[in-house]
């Protein structure tokens, strides 16, 4: 079994612990706390990507050790991992992939900028694994101030193909593209609202994107503008979500008793 093969420092990793009693924000040093060097990157690729152990019982200690080493080789800025690492983003069910590796491709670095646009624009893959491709370079651009032009440039290029990208697609696109306030990509998200091709749920109306990237105020159009258009799928949802607030009308102030919630640590799905 894989898991026999693995030697120390690296090894130390498979009884490292459970992330969830850990701080899911600041990771530990793993370089110091472990001992690992550049040189245990090759093992670290391999844990990280291991079917062995990604396919165990969520109650087994050592489930957690392919968490453990991506968050190593981000640290260790291990360039090596840029390629291997893509291979995860295919892991549908997890969210530690896509909450986590756009951290890890930040600390790879400007680097992993050409290897994740080409994912990016690879149709071979499907939409959520791009979505996680469009995230890292989000998170690349965060991080590394100087390399935002390099970081847009892809999405832009994917946002021209917005009338056969998948609607998820192009509206992944256009949050990231907001939330670096692309100016330059307005014409395309256009093009897209245009073709009914974006989730306004989730990016707001053409209008209000307008608003968001400067290039109008909210005073220029029409209140209903400024409305996202919902889905039929989400209509329904309002719709069942205003039936059963009407069967249960809030209570007046000052009646009953308000329970504190009591704090918890974070959960994630880890398949």
């Known amino acids: 079994m894989s898991l026999d093969t693995y030697h120390d420092p690296v090894a130390k990793l498979l009884t490292y612990g459970d992330c969830h009693e850990m701080d899911l924000h600041d990771w530990h040093n793993y370089p110091e706390t472990v001992g690992l060097t550049v040189d245990d990157a090759p093992e670290l690729i391999r844990m990280a990507t ?14 957690w050790a392919p968490i453990h080493a991506w968050r190593s080789l981000g640290q260790l800025h291990a360039e090596a991992a840029i390629v291997p690492l893509t291979q995860l983003f295919q892991e549908r069910d997890s969210d530690w992939v896509t909450e986590e590796l756009p951290k890890v491709y930040a600390m790879l670095g400007t680097a992993a900028i050409p290897v994740l646009a080409d994912y990016l624009h690879d149709t071979a893959h499907e939409t959520w694994a791009r979505n996680t491709s469009v995230d890292c370079l989000l998170e690349i651009a965060r991080s590394h101030p100087e390399s935002r032009d390099a970081c847009v440039a892809p999405m832009l290029q994917q946002l021209e193909s917005s009338a056969e990208n998948d609607i998820d697609l192009n509206t992944i696109l256009i949050s990231a593209l907001l939330d670096l306030k692309a100016v330059e990509a307005a014409p395309l998200i256009e093009q897209a609202f245009a073709a009914e091709r974006v989730d306004e749920f989730m990016v707001g109306s053409w209008a209000g994107v307008q608003v968001e990237l400067g290039l109008k105020q909210e005073s220029d159009f029409d209140p209903e503008a400024l409305k996202p258009k919902m889905t039929p799928e989400m209509d ?30 974070g959960k994630k799905k880890k398949k």
């Open 50 to 63: 291991d079917p062995a152990l990604w396919e165990l019982d969520d109650d087994r200690l050592d489930v």
């Open 236 to 265: 329904e949802i309002r719709k069942l979500i205003e039936k059963l607030d009407a069967l249960n009308p809030p209570k007046p102030q000052g009646f009953g008793k308000t329970a504190q919630p009591k704090a918890q640590k």
